[in-house]
């Protein structure tokens, strides 16, 4: 019954290689979002999509590729991995994007090598 | 670039003490959000303050927006173990609809 949830919970990859953190939210919202936590808790915005569509691109390296085949799922692919990839990220969802609440997913730590 | 910041970074605390956690910003906010955050969890929303000096209550944590809508303050009356945690202020952008700045945290510990 979870309504955010992201898997895997933990990712431990080496330098250079391609992985994948998926998003399902069954909460019937329309915005999703992937947010970055570094070691420090500072939680950034990387990118948010509205009903299948990209709004919001941070400044974030094109490695890092969102996908979302549809308004419930938000996958993140990441090429390339490199050390200081490592962080918590989280998706959230929302209904809407003003003054609503997003609901985050328990996170990914992504540990790179 | 919108920023927030929070003080203090870090709290220790004595059951039954009471506690305000500021959050502030240059920039105006069309509403500002407080998220607690529990460790391998995600943040969870406490409340949404929407206008200018506007107080919200919730139990024993007391929400302020500033005038300006530019800061905020949280404050927690009698603090509890359960209050432990990770405090994050986030304000919703004025101009760029959809966009959350979050604030560099808060994290409180209350002893027993």
């Known amino acids: 019954d979870t309504a955010v949830s992201q898997t895997p919970k933990y990712l431990v990859t080496q330098m250079g290689n391609d992985k994948s953190i998926k998003c399902e939210q069954n909460?019937?919202?329309?915005?999703m979002y992937w947010y970055k936590q570094d070691s420090k808790k500072f939680l950034k915005i990387m990118f948010s999509?509205?009903?299948?569509?990209?709004?919001i691109n941070e400044t974030v390296p094109n490695r890092f590729s969102p996908k979302s085949p549809d308004k419930a799922h938000l996958n993140l692919h990441i090429n390339s991995l490199e050390l200081g990839d490592s962080a918590v990220y989280f998706c959230?969802?929302?209904?809407?994007?003003?003054?609503?609440?997003?609901?985050f997913g328990q996170g990914t730590r992504l540990t790179v090598v | 670039t919108q920023l927030l910041e929070q003080s203090p970074q870090f709290l220790s605390i004595q059951e039954g003490e009471n506690l305000t956690v500021y959050c502030n910003s240059s920039?105006?906010?069309?509403?500002l959000q407080w998220y607690r955050q529990e460790p391998g969890e995600g943040p969870v929303l406490l409340v949404t303050v929407v206008t200018g000096g506007e107080v919200k209550k919730l139990k024993r944590l007391t929400f302020q927006f500033g005038d300006a809508r530019k800061d905020s303050s949280l404050h927690i009356t009698a603090a509890q173990p359960g209050d432990t945690g990770l405090y994050l202020c986030a304000g919703l952008s004025n101009t760029n609809a959809g966009k959350s700045t979050f604030g560099d945290g808060t994290t409180l510990t209350v002893k027993p």
């Open positions: 959230a969802s929302s209904q809407g994007w003003e003054n609503t609440e997003a609901f």
């Open positions: 999509y509205n009903n299948k569509e990209l709004i």
């Open positions: 920039s105006v906010f069309s509403s």
């Open positions: 909460l019937g919202h329309d915005t």
